[in-house]
């Protein structure tokens, strides 16, 4: 009984290295923001390659999710968890100590690689490690709140360490981190992967996918830039159809595929990725829009920027954990299904803000709708992702869910950007800006709308129920 209790404890315990690595993971996403007028300054960035600290690393992370979440079920889930943190710690420290622009950027694609192998082995080892029901949506709770918190809590520290301590830290800060969840890993984690599994490596699928889905980021991420009609953009758009075309073709021919699409029969985690994909591109853009507006038309500070995302984050926090217990009671479609209605309103609200607006009067109450909107859209559409998945295909639906809501957030952000920059021009007017970032916000709430139909008509109701009925059970089993 003592060692039952024991093997209990270890695996919370475990949970908290995991979350803290996943968290870090998504920080990293936005950390650098609010550091990169004073990055621009030290490294002599040009305005042009400036953005690309940032989109270096959403494209490396979501290029390569899904190798990444196959090498965890082939290779064993802890060891490929932590290579991918010493090269994310490695590639931080590297980062700090960038001496120049080029070296700026190509550490932080590195360290994107990094989070595309470590994110999606974390995500199954927690999906392998608790079991389905109640005990999986606790773990999944927590990892949703501190997942969806990771990018309000990024703005905010990067404010902090780039105020006080200086650029490098928003990198080196993942260091220490990044070494000591590697070598706590080994006493709290288990090894797993799939042993029934053929142990032959897809190498043509996993570079199809990996430059056609990197392929698709670049053209997305870039297009504001390079146009959306110009030759670059629909010559990269079209090399990456071909490339995800000859993906498809090879894996229906593998012996052994990178994706089994077998996979896809699940209904359920089919529509869970097509809503992963529109929560993405809805909220992963409101942080961009609300930091813009912020500090471009309210003159707020980095520092009173990053400060204005603390209730947006704690709301966060508590609606995950709020979702993961409700979708124990009454399963994870009518919960996903109240989230995309509540980010569909908050991002309503949000395009009602004004030029002469105020933190309490445009930006609090659309904050704290949307952030609860958020924790009861992520927790169970990644509870969705992979219930009724095989544990030896659990690093694939992480990697996934994870693909279709970084594909998604990058998708989102290039539309929604161009339809801002289509009204703001090379205008600073704050009239003019608030017209533009209102348009973006409108647009976004469509995104919302179109995943609660996505989450209608796509997961299926008996799953949600029988997950319902898996909660129940270790409650029966003890009262018996």
């Known amino acids: 009984m003592t060692d039952a209790a024991a093997a209990r404890d270890k695996r919370w315990i475990a949970l908290i290295l995991l979350c803290t690595a996943q968290f870090v993971v998504v920080l990293d996403a936005s950390i650098v923001n609010v550091a990169l007028p004073t990055i621009k300054d030290a490294l002599d960035f040009s305005e042009s390659g400036l953005p690309w600290v940032v989109n270096a690393y959403v494209l490396t992370f979501g290029g390569f999710l899904l190798l990444g979440g196959r090498l965890a079920d082939l290779l064993g889930r802890r060891r490929v968890f932590m290579f991918g943190l010493v090269l994310f710690a490695l590639a931080s420290l590297a980062g700090g100590l960038a001496a120049d622009s080029g070296q700026l950027i190509a550490a932080r694609a590195v360290q994107g690689l990094g989070a595309a192998i470590l994110s999606p082995a974390a995500l199954?080892?927690?999906?392998?490690?608790?079991?389905?029901?109640?005990?999986?949506?606790?773990?999944?709770?927590?990892?949703?709140?501190?997942?969806?918190?990771?990018?309000?809590?990024?703005?905010?520290?990067?404010?902090?360490?780039?105020?006080?301590?200086?650029?490098?830290?928003?990198?080196?800060?993942?260091?220490?981190?990044?070494i000591a969840a590697a070598a706590l890993a080994p006493s709290l984690i288990a090894e797993s992967h799939a042993e029934q599994e053929v142990r032959t490596f897809d190498v043509a699928g996993a570079t199809t996918i990996t430059l056609g889905l990197s392929a698709l980021v670049f053209a997305l991420l870039d297009a504001e830039d390079a146009g959306w009609g110009s030759?670059?953009?629909?010559?990269?758009?079209?090399?990456?159809?071909?490339?995800?075309?000859?993906?498809?073709?090879?894996?229906?021919?593998?012996?052994?595929?990178?994706?089994?699409?077998?996979?896809?029969?699940?209904?359920?985690?089919?529509?869970?990725?097509?809503?992963?994909?529109?929560?993405?591109?809805?909220?992963?853009?409101?942080?961009?829009?609300?930091?813009?507006?912020?500090?471009?038309?309210?003159?707020?500070?980095?520092?009173?920027?990053?400060?204005?995302?603390?209730?947006?984050?704690v709301s966060i926090i508590l609606s995950a954990g709020i979702a993961s217990s409700l979708v124990t009671r009454v399963g994870f479609k009518p919960i996903l299904a109240t989230g995309m209605v509540l980010i569909a309103a908050g991002l309503l609200w949000f395009s009602q803000i004004s030029a002469d607006g105020s933190f309490l009067a445009d930006i609090l109450g659309p904050s704290l709708l949307a952030a609860v909107g958020l924790g009861f859209a992520f927790v169970?559409?990644?509870?969705?992702?992979?219930?009724?998945?095989?544990?030896?295909?659990?690093?694939?639906?992480?990697g996934l869910i994870n693909t279709s809501q970084q594909v998604g957030g990058a998708l989102g952000l290039a539309v929604l950007a161009a339809i801002a920059n289509s009204k703001i021009g090379t205008s600073t007017d704050p009239a003019t800006l608030t017209d533009g970032f209102s348009s973006a916000f409108l647009v976004g709430a469509g995104f919302a709308l179109l995943g609660l139909v996505a989450t209608l008509l796509l997961i299926r109701t008996s799953d949600s129920r029988a997950h319902v009925k898996l909660g129940a059970e270790p409650a029966t089993e003890s009262s018996s």
């Open 124 to 178: 199954s080892i927690v999906a392998t490690t608790f079991r389905d029901g109640a005990e999986r949506n606790k773990a999944l709770g927590i990892w949703g709140a501190v997942a969806g918190s990771g990018g309000a809590a990024g703005v905010l520290l990067g404010g902090v360490l780039t105020e006080y301590v200086g650029w490098e830290w928003v990198l080196w800060v993942n260091v220490p981190i990044g």
């Open 231 to 313: 030759t670059q953009t629909i010559g990269v758009l079209a090399a990456a159809a071909i490339l995800l075309i000859a993906f498809v073709a090879i894996e229906r021919r593998s012996r052994a595929p990178l994706v089994p699409f077998s996979i896809f029969r699940l209904r359920t985690l089919t529509g869970a990725n097509v809503v992963g994909i529109l929560v993405g591109a809805s909220l992963f853009s409101m942080f961009y829009f609300i930091s813009l507006y912020m500090q471009q038309v309210l003159g707020f500070s980095a520092i009173k920027a990053g400060l204005s995302y603390l209730p947006l984050a």
């Open 380 to 398: 169970p559409v990644t509870i969705a992702a992979v219930s009724g998945v095989e544990d030896r295909e659990q690093g694939l639906a992480s």
